[in-house]
């Protein structure tokens, strides 16, 4: 271990250097106009899994953007460890209020990140945590001490929803063949408390539609008579919370699991400020469903967000106008054990229900996801928080994250195996916002954790 210390300290500014490369790649994955830029960055993924040491490393092409994948396979005796992340980004949009253009990284000292901090779309969600695992693989490989195998499989869609992962895990289940999938996608507590995520919100993505008249109407002349999709759309999104902030959606909450009272406490025992809280968010008050507190709401409460709202006029100035439609993007958060495509089918019903005669309304889905939680007796669980005990010389809480990963729950299903949700990332680094930033602590303890833990994963797996 002291050669491994030795090698990451010499490789120091080279592992920043190679990362703040790939963060001048505009991967977007939303965005067909940077489809280039994807495939760019794929093979710039496939190229530094080679360098590093990789086998069979290869970009494997699917009806959207490619996953690439690489192993190592040291000794068919040995454990072997799946590393999934993701090469693909959120849009950086609006990009007039980053404080640097969003594909140009810079590294500045924040209050939370003393050491400095890379700004960059990407920078914490996914490519600085994904190449963390390629950078300790790395060192492993060339200080000679890698104790397991090791595959890599890099997507380019999860932030569109993996929509063609799943297709590729169900053909290549044997090449896929693992005992544990390690996980770099999620946030500590803080950095002088490591946390390891044992949950993840589900996630059920939906579309509305609301159709008034044929066509868009003078609104002095028809003002009055005739709905407005527009109004009976807020309307009707005003009414999918009652006055406790619980989601009216009939059947939301079956099957949501009631979480004791012993871990809630637990729960809350992490250290969490409320006034600071709101002082970073610039809000005065927060607002959640009544009877939980806010690590509650984030946690293990399943939640209900517009996402986005549009119709009639939007331009400058102001044009007097009843729309013929309306739009809204709506999304809910899961947890155990709802059903993402059992709540498509309840809000799709509620929703139609919900219009008055006066409007049609078109109710799709986009994508969605099972939740998910981690058992924190397994041994990819002990190792992982000997792993954080050892480097961060404190050992990790169990903490339940209010983000999505769809594809976690189909690597149980599919892969027959379980994650370690390993993150090194803040909450507080405005992933999916712009300035989005990863700490220069983040990055260097994740790549010094990771060998721990394949370390201690093969050690442990050896004596059951
Ligand atoms: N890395 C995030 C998920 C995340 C972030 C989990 C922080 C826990 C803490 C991931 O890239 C993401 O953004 N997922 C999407 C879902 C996807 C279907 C677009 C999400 O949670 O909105
Ligand atoms: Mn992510
Ligand atoms: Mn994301």
């Known amino acids: 271990m002291k050669e491994l210390k030795s090698y990451l300290e010499t490789n120091k500014q080279r592992f920043l250097d190679e990362l703040l490369d790939l963060l001048r790649i505009p991967s977007v994955s939303a965005d067909p106009k940077y489809k280039n830029d994807v495939r760019r960055m794929a093979k710039a993924t496939a190229d530094h899994l080679r360098q590093a040491g990789a086998e069979h490393v290869e970009i494997h092409e699917t009806a959207g953007h490619p996953i690439v994948y690489g192993d190592k396979m040291i000794d068919p005796k040995a454990p072997t460890v799946l590393v999934y992340g993701h090469y693909d980004v959120q849009p950086a ?13 810079v590294v500045k000292k924040t209050k939370l990140h003393p050491q400095g901090a890379i700004f960059a779309r990407g920078a914490c969600d996914d ?17 000679a001490q890698l104790p397991c195998n090791v595959k890599f499989m890099i997507e380019g869609e ?50 509305v539609e609301v159709t008034g008249p044929n066509k868009d109407l003078h609104s002095g002349v028809y003002g009055g008579a005739v709905a407005n999709p527009v109004n009976v759309l807020c309307s009707m999104i005003a009414s999918l919370h009652d006055a406790k902030r619980r989601v009216t959606v009939a059947g ?60 009639g006029y939007i331009g400058e100035g102001a044009k007097t106008v009843l729309p013929s439609k ?39 889905a986009h994508h969605g996801g099972y939740p998910v939680v981690v058992p924190t007796n397994s041994v990819e669980y002990k190792a ?18 209010g983000g999505s990963i769809p594809i976690v729950a189909m690597f149980d299903q599919v892969l027959n195996a379980k994650s370690v949700l390993m993150g ?35 050690e442990m797996k050896k004596k059951k």
């Open 252 to 311: 939301f909450y079956d099957g949501v699991e009631k979480v004791s009272g012993k871990e809630r406490k637990m729960m809350n025992g992490a250290p969490y400020d409320e006034k600071t809280y709101m002082k970073d968010l610039g809000v005065s008050d927060l607002m959640g469903e009544k009877g939980y507190t806010t690590i509650e709401r984030t946690g293990i409460r399943p939640t209900l967000d517009v996402n986005g709202i549009w119709g």
């Open 158 to 207: 999860e932030e569109v929803g993996s929509k063609n992962l799943e297709k590729f895990c169900r053909e290549n289940k044997k090449k896929l063949t693992c005992d544990v999938v390690l996980i770099s996608d999620t946030s500590v507590i803080a950095n002088d408390t490591p946390s390891l995520t044992v949950g993840l919100r589900g996630l059920c993505y939906m579309e």
């Open 424 to 458: 090194f990332g803040l909450d507080s680094d405005d992933i999916h916002s712009p300035n989005e930033h990863y700490g220069l602590f983040n990055y260097y303890k994740g790549i010094a954790t990771i060998p721990l833990f394949y370390r201690f994963y093969s």
């Open 93 to 105: 949009d609006p990009v007039n209020l980053w404080d640097s253009p969003p594909f140009e990284p």
């Open 384 to 401: 992982a928080e000997k792993a954080m005990e050892t480097s961060y010389g404190k050992k990790p809480l169990p903490q339940r994250g």
């Open 326 to 364: 309306a739009f809204a993007k709506i999304s809910m958060r899961l947890v155990p054990d709802q059903d993402p495509k059992k709540i498509e089918k309840l809000f799709q019903k509620h929703f139609e229900n919900l219009a008055p005669k006066s409007v049609k309304v078109k109710v799709s």
């Open 127 to 143: 490519k600085g945590q994904f190449f963390m695992h390629v950078k300790a693989f790395e060192a492993m490989i060339k200080t």
